[in-house]
C-alpha cells in the first residue's frame, strides 16, 4: 500500500510510514466510557444481597427467641447476604446503597446468629 501523506510504498497494515512519519491508523475511539459501563454493570448482586438481608433482619427483629436451627439458618441468610454485598461492591455493580444495606443487615443478622448460638 502507499502511504496517504507521502505516497511512497510502505508494508500492508504498517501503523507509521517509515518514510515520513506519519502515523496512519487513529487510535481506536475507547469501546465504552466508564459512565457506559457503570450504566452496563449487573445489578443482581446487589438486589440479592439487600433481599437477603432484610430477610435476616426479619426474622432475628420478629422472633422473641430462637432454637438452635433458626439460629442456624439466620447465620446461613446473614452470611448470603454478607457475601453477594462483597461481590456487588468488589464488582463495582450498580444499587451501591442496596449492597451496603445488605452488608449491614448482613452483619447484624450474623451477629445476633451467634450471641444466639454461643
Ligand atoms: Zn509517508
Known amino acids: 500500500m502507499k ?5 511512497e510504498e510502505i508494508a500492508d ?4 510510514c517509515k518514510h515520513c512519519g506519519s502515523m496512519l491508523y487513529q487510535t481506536e475511539p475507547q469501546p465504552m ?25 426479619m426474622t432475628f427483629l420478629t422472633e ?7 439460629a442456624i ?7 448470603l447476604a454478607i457475601i453477594f454485598s462483597a461481590v456487588a461492591l468488589s464488582q463495582k455493580q450498580r444499587g451501591r446503597g442496596m ?20
Open 64 to 70: 422473641e427467641w430462637f432454637t438452635v436451627d433458626e
Open 99 to 118: 449492597a451496603i444495606a445488605g452488608l449491614v443487615t448482613g452483619i447484624l443478622g450474623a451477629l445476633c446468629a451467634l450471641g444466639i448460638e454461643f
Open 73 to 79: 439458618g439466620l447465620a446461613i441468610i446473614s452470611g
Open 13 to 16: 497494515g504498517a501503523i507509521k
Open 33 to 57: 466510557t466508564q459512565q457506559v459501563l457503570v450504566q452496563q454493570a449487573p445489578i443482581w448482586s446487589s438486589i440479592t444481597s439487600m433481599v437477603l438481608g432484610i430477610l435476616a433482619l
Open 3 to 7: 502511504c496517504p501523506f507521502c505516497k
